[in-house]
């Protein structure tokens, strides 16, 4: 696939603690694989951002709007709807950091074809300092998968019907800072698919050592 994508916007400063803002995305996916047949689709996102620090400890940032995504050859998946998204960061220690993210916008999956899809998600985060070189970074994170329209692709027999998704991920890492410049980072990742498409259910779990490095 095939990604073309232009954004523009302003942001003005209100006073000391508001900021706002406009915002466009234009995005265009091209489909090169034969069973989509070129296919394209073509994503318009209109948002209207608002930034809120209210002090040191809290960050905030809105943004809503509405989104417009259409397809070359795929008229029934067509989608317009109100979006939005909302990203918290609280540090009440100088060790200590919570995050917040909660957002729902218009996404486009291809199985044996384009099915578009409503994408919900809320993420919380701790990141914790255990030391001068040592941190823990946790996630929780739950989203939810809602197609448009009946499948014929389910399991067991039975009248199509529209699928939904509902993914719950968990991530655990501990990063050690070697140097200024290398770290080492150990990762697990627990991910669990509950789906009306029992042949979509799944759970993984995942462990990874990471080494990077900054020059």
Known sequence: MDIFNITTGFLKQANEVLTYGLRYDH???SYKNATLQNDTSVSDRGFLLVRWTPNELIESELSF???SKSFKRFDSENRNRP???LDVTYTPFSRTEFTFHAMNEIGDSSFQDIQTFILSRIRLGLNQKMGRK?????EAQVENYDYKRESPYFAG??????RVDNIVKGTAS???DI???LQIKAQYIYEENVSNFDDNDFIANTGLIQISAEY
């Open 27 to 29: 995005r265009i996916n």
């Open 65 to 67: 709007g509405y989104e």
């Open 83 to 85: 979006i939005a998204q």
């Open 134 to 138: 040592l941190t823990l970074e946790t």
């Open 157 to 162: 027999g039975g009248a199509p019907k529209v």
């Open 174 to 176: 501990l990063v050690y």
């Open 179 to 181: 140097k200024d410049w």
